[in-house]
């Protein structure tokens, strides 16, 4: 495992920085005072968990004049789906497809 899928699954391994992806798929980039309206932490607390984030890849910040928004970079999450999941679940799906052929094949 790479450097980089450490940082990711350590991201992904805290609940409060799941929900910060969740607000931000659910509207994206959003400032940090936006963030940390939606958490019961302090203005420091949400920065460290932004900080984990973005460590990941997982959020990018870009300043917008005065402000920094933040985005979700979804691409880190999909390269840990292609190697853990997908080819896990390949030989099921393909299993589940000739099944289905055998079954409708004509007696």
Sequence with gaps: MTDD???????????????????????DGRTLTELESELDMTRFGVMKHLRVLEDAGLVVPRKSGREKLHFLNPVPIRLIHDRWIDKYTERHVSALAALKAELEKEP
Aim: charged share 40%.
């Design 5 to 27: 899928e450490d940082r990711v699954f350590k991201a992904l391994a805290d609940p409060t920085r799941r929900f910060l992806l969740d607000l931000l798929f659910a509207r």
